[in-house]
Protein backbone atom coordinates (compact mmCIF):
# COMPACT_ATOMS: atom_id res chain seq x y z
CA UNK A 1 0.00 0.00 0.00
CA UNK A 2 1.41 3.60 -0.89
CA UNK A 3 2.16 6.07 1.85
CA UNK A 4 2.26 9.50 1.59
CA UNK A 5 3.78 11.37 4.79
CA UNK A 6 4.25 15.04 5.08
CA UNK A 7 6.37 17.15 7.10
CA UNK A 8 8.30 20.23 7.41
CA UNK A 9 5.31 22.74 8.64
CA UNK A 10 4.95 24.44 11.50
CA UNK A 11 4.96 27.81 12.85
CA UNK A 12 6.37 30.11 10.24
CA UNK A 13 6.83 34.00 10.85
CA UNK A 14 5.49 36.03 7.66
CA UNK A 15 7.70 37.18 5.46
CA UNK A 16 9.78 33.98 5.76
CA UNK A 17 10.12 30.48 3.69
CA UNK A 18 8.98 27.33 4.56
CA UNK A 19 10.16 24.13 2.91
CA UNK A 20 7.35 20.71 3.27
CA UNK A 21 8.52 17.09 2.48
CA UNK A 22 6.41 14.48 0.60
CA UNK A 23 7.81 10.78 1.42
CA UNK A 24 6.49 7.81 -0.58
CA UNK A 25 6.82 4.75 0.09
CA UNK A 26 5.33 1.09 -0.23
CA UNK A 27 5.67 -1.82 -2.39
CA UNK A 28 7.45 -0.83 -5.81
CA UNK A 29 6.69 3.11 -5.19
CA UNK A 30 8.85 5.26 -7.37
CA UNK A 31 8.03 9.08 -8.13
CA UNK A 32 8.99 8.19 -11.87
CA UNK A 33 5.22 6.92 -11.70
CA UNK A 34 3.06 9.05 -10.18
CA UNK A 35 2.12 12.73 -10.11
CA UNK A 36 2.61 14.50 -7.12
CA UNK A 37 0.00 17.10 -6.03
CA UNK A 38 -0.15 19.28 -3.11
CA UNK A 39 -3.98 20.30 -1.25
CA UNK A 40 -4.17 22.47 1.62
CA UNK A 41 -7.39 23.25 3.33
CA UNK A 42 -8.74 25.67 6.75
CA UNK A 43 -11.19 24.73 8.91
CA UNK A 44 -14.06 25.80 7.23
CA UNK A 45 -12.82 26.63 3.76
CA UNK A 46 -12.75 24.33 0.91
CA UNK A 47 -9.53 22.38 -0.20
CA UNK A 48 -6.90 24.06 -2.65
CA UNK A 49 -5.08 22.29 -5.27
CA UNK A 50 -1.73 24.25 -5.42
CA UNK A 51 0.57 22.63 -7.17
CA UNK A 52 1.41 19.51 -9.01
CA UNK A 53 4.52 17.75 -10.89
CA UNK A 54 4.68 15.28 -13.28
CA UNK A 55 6.06 11.95 -13.04
CA UNK A 56 8.89 13.03 -14.39
CA UNK A 57 9.54 15.95 -13.44
CA UNK A 58 8.87 17.88 -16.51
CA UNK A 59 5.87 20.00 -15.49
CA UNK A 60 4.99 21.77 -12.85
CA UNK A 61 1.42 23.78 -11.96
CA UNK A 62 1.12 25.97 -9.32
CA UNK A 63 -2.48 27.90 -8.33
CA UNK A 64 -2.50 31.84 -8.33
CA UNK A 65 -2.20 32.14 -4.57
CA UNK A 66 1.07 30.07 -4.41
CA UNK A 67 2.88 30.99 -8.14
CA UNK A 68 6.08 33.12 -8.13
CA UNK A 69 6.65 32.24 -4.73
CA UNK A 70 6.43 28.58 -4.73
CA UNK A 71 9.03 26.26 -5.85
CA UNK A 72 8.44 22.33 -6.82
CA UNK A 73 11.43 19.63 -6.48
CA UNK A 74 12.20 16.33 -6.42
CA UNK A 75 14.96 13.82 -4.94
CA UNK A 76 14.08 10.56 -6.87
CA UNK A 77 16.58 8.05 -4.92
CA UNK A 78 14.82 9.16 -1.51
CA UNK A 79 11.15 9.08 -3.61
CA UNK A 80 10.49 12.88 -1.73
CA UNK A 81 9.07 15.52 -3.68
CA UNK A 82 9.71 19.29 -1.38
CA UNK A 83 7.60 22.33 -1.80
CA UNK A 84 9.52 25.34 -1.02
CA UNK A 85 6.86 28.44 -0.23
CA UNK A 86 8.44 32.25 0.50
CA UNK A 87 7.21 34.88 1.70
CA UNK A 88 4.46 33.28 4.06
CA UNK A 89 1.40 34.87 4.52
CA UNK A 90 -1.08 34.60 7.55
CA UNK A 91 -3.57 33.36 4.59
CA UNK A 92 -0.99 30.70 4.07
CA UNK A 93 -1.88 29.07 7.54
CA UNK A 94 -3.14 25.87 6.72
CA UNK A 95 -3.51 21.67 6.94
CA UNK A 96 -1.03 21.09 3.47
CA UNK A 97 -1.84 17.62 2.25
CA UNK A 98 0.53 15.58 -0.12
CA UNK A 99 -1.26 13.39 -2.93
CA UNK A 100 -0.45 10.81 -5.75
CA UNK A 101 -2.33 9.87 -8.82
CA UNK A 102 -0.55 7.00 -11.00
CA UNK A 103 0.13 7.30 -14.33
CA UNK A 104 -1.97 5.12 -15.55
CA UNK A 105 -4.88 6.62 -14.02
CA UNK A 106 -3.86 10.42 -15.21
CA UNK A 107 -1.55 12.37 -17.60
CA UNK A 108 -1.27 14.88 -14.51
CA UNK A 109 -2.99 15.51 -11.52
CA UNK A 110 -6.20 15.86 -11.26
CA UNK A 111 -8.54 17.75 -8.46
CA UNK A 112 -9.08 16.49 -5.03
CA UNK A 113 -11.25 13.18 -5.75
CA UNK A 114 -9.09 11.84 -8.42
CA UNK A 115 -5.79 11.80 -6.78
CA UNK A 116 -5.82 8.01 -5.38
CA UNK A 117 -3.30 8.82 -2.32
CA UNK A 118 -3.39 11.54 0.11
CA UNK A 119 -0.94 11.70 3.27
CA UNK A 120 -2.27 12.81 6.54
CA UNK A 121 -1.09 16.06 6.38
CA UNK A 122 1.04 18.78 7.83
CA UNK A 123 -0.40 22.47 9.78
CA UNK A 124 1.94 25.40 8.58
CA UNK A 125 0.52 28.59 10.63
CA UNK A 126 1.98 32.12 9.65
CA UNK A 127 0.74 34.40 12.51
CA UNK A 128 -0.82 38.07 11.52
Known amino acids: QLQLVESGGGLVQPGKSLRLSCAGSGPGFSLDYYHIGWFRQAPGKEREAISCVSSNGDSTIYADSVKGRSTTSRDIDKNTVYLQMNGQKPGDTDVYYC???????????????????WGNGTQVTVPS
Open 99 to 117: TAVHITAATMCRGEYGMNY
